[in-house]
Nanobody, 124 residues
Framework: QVQLVESGGGLVQAGGSLRLSCAAS??????VGWFRQAPGKPREFVGS????????YYSDSAKGRFTISRDNAKNTVYLQMNSLKPEDTAVYYC???????????????????WGQGTQVTVSS
């Protein structure tokens, strides 16, 4: 099992930026996804990165504004969020799964390990 800890959330004005981190401990983790959940709404896919970092996949709402990267030497995955909007306000979660292939996944059910989440609030 992998233990995931998100950090970097906070309050930011619209148009601002935040960088979230997802630090892993335990066994190695491969495919990592970022999800978010706003109050009263279902959990939503944000993006995913493959084990090597060479493949990424983003939701339409994240594409062009958010970037996922990883530093495998540090067992950490990052979500750089730029041009933030009030509708980006949510709890952000990272999730991981073990894969031998260099792939990404969109579905939350594909992931076996989840962090506790970090709150991102974007004020207008």
């Amino acid at each position: 099992q992998v233990q995931l800890v998100e950090s970097g959330g906070g309050l930011v004005q619209a148009g601002g930026s935040l960088r979230l981190s997802c630090a892993a401990s335990g066994r190695s983790f491969n495919t990592v996804g970022w999800f978010r959940q706003a109050p009263g709404k279902p959990r939503e896919f944000v993006g995913s990165i493959s084990r090597s970092g060479s493949r990424t996949y983003y939701s339409d709402s994240a594409k062009g504004r958010f970037t996922i990267s990883r530093d495998n030497a540090k067992n950490t995955v990052y979500l750089q969020m730029n041009s933030l909007k009030p509708e980006d306000t949510a709890v952000y979660y990272c999730a991981a799964r073990f894969d031998l292939a260099d792939v990404t996944f969109r579905g939350s059910g594909e992931y076996t390990d989840w962090g506790q989440g970090t709150q991102v609030t974007v004020s207008s």
